[in-house]
């Protein structure tokens, strides 16, 4: 069985992609255009929550299919593919309670794998040269007509079902190495070489889509601060002074404040530093509580944070930096005793005598100085020079 060029060339457009947005798009309207189904949907899983959430479609009406939350349970049609790693066709779907409002023909159900499995012919040691699958890296033994398993030869895929559920190979499948399922639709039934080739096409994808998450993953960390989730410095720094030209072209108002926790070496050497840890994160926790999701912020060294307010005037920061503040000062901190955790913020923003990254930062660095001298456990606002007003 050798894949006819448009599906090659199917899956090569899909892993030119990193976004998992666009793969996952991109497979559901080629599937609909190479194969001759009437409808397609797409299922994700949701781990965690133990679901499979529908997701994309192309031909059923709209809502039919992101509407449905399953449970990820051997007992329904849609989520036996998950427990099994096994495509399901051509089966009655009425008695389900998911998919028999779809109004299914004839239909099949492909798990979207995400990890490359051996073959068992690798595992098994197996010395069948006559077998289909052996030596077939990208084909897998439960997905080939006219395979060998245990000297006996399965001349359909329905076949297989008795002898796979006792064989270590398929029943070794873990759930979480299956992404989503497919579901096609279509007025004829669905013959073994399709369920084959739309599988072996699932495989494909569901690696694109977890190069797609690793991809995510490492930018992730490449912006993120480890312990506290925060935008990092560095980061941070690009995006305001990316900010920046584009208000000095375009106008706006850009106000920055600067965080330090007040006192904070003492947490840790009272307390150790898994003490200061927690309240590293515990603190960021309130940032990103109290903040617009549109606002930037993050840990910018130490026990420093840094804050970018989007559209905010000076007055309004000031506000915003006193909520926050409070936020902290009213929080309870467990395993630090009597002990208080406050901040001092400075607060300045893009002024004509700050009008560039470093002038900008400086400014609320004095700021927030001038808040630790005062007392601490204050916000401080940097003057505007009079030709602001």
Request: charged share 25%; hydrophobic share 40%; glycine share 8%.
């Amino acid at each position: 069985m050798h894949p006819n060029p448009a599906i090659l060339e199917m899956l090569s457009l899909v892993y030119e992609d990193l976004d998992i947005d666009t793969i996952e798009q991109r497979f559901v309207t080629m599937v609909a255009e190479l194969f001759p189904f009437t409808r397609v949907g797409l299922f994700f899983v949701k781990h965690k929550k133990g679901l499979l959430q529908g997701k994309l479609c192309k031909g059923f009406n709209e809502g039919s299919i992101s509407t449905i939350e399953v449970p990820i349970d051997g007992q329904y049609l849609l989520t036996r593919p998950l427990i099994t790693g096994f495509p399901l066709w051509n089966e009655p779907s009425c008695d389900d309670p998911f998919l028999g409002g779809l109004g299914l023909n004839h239909f099949a159900l492909i798990p979207v794998v995400n990890k490359k499995r051996i073959p068992c012919w690798q595992i098994t040691n197996c010395q069948a040269v006559d077998c289909p699958a052996y030596g077939h890296q990208w084909l897998r033994c439960w997905l080939v007509p006219g395979t060998k398993c245990k000297d006996q030869t399965q001349p359909s895929l329905e076949g297989k079902s008795a002898l796979c559920a006792e064989c270590p190979v398929f029943t070794g499948q873990d759930s979480r190495a299956v992404e989503g399922i497919m579901l096609v639709d279509g007025p004829a039934p669905i013959s073994d070489e399709t369920v084959t080739m739309l599988s072996i096409i699932a495989h494909g994808v569901g690696a694109a889509i977890n190069n797609s998450k690793k991809y995510t993953q490492v930018l992730r960390e490449s912006i993120r601060d480890d312990l506290t989730g925060l935008h990092n410095r560095r980061y941070f720094n690009e995006r305001l002074l990316d900010e920046i030209e584009r208000a000095r072209r375009y106008g706006g108002n850009i106000s920055l404040l600067i965080g330090d926790i007040d006192h904070f070496k003492l947490v840790n050497d009272c307390y150790g530093h898994p003490a200061g840890d927690m309240v590293l994160r515990e603190v960021s926790a309130i940032f990103i509580r109290e903040l617009r999701r549109s606002d930037l912020v993050a840990r910018y060294g130490g026990e420093e944070f840094a804050v970018v307010l989007f559209d905010c005037t000076p007055e309004r920061a000031k506000t915003i930096a006193e909520g926050l503040r409070l936020a902290v000062a009213k929080a309870n901190w467990p395993g630090l005793a009597e002990t208080r955790v406050t901040i001092s913020f400075g607060v300045a923003s893009l002024t004509k005598d700050a009008s560039t990254l470093e002038g900008l930062i400086g400014k609320a660095d004095k700021a927030l100085y001038s808040a630790k001298a005062q007392g601490r456990n204050r916000v401080w606002i940097a003057p505007q020079a009079m030709d602001d007003d």
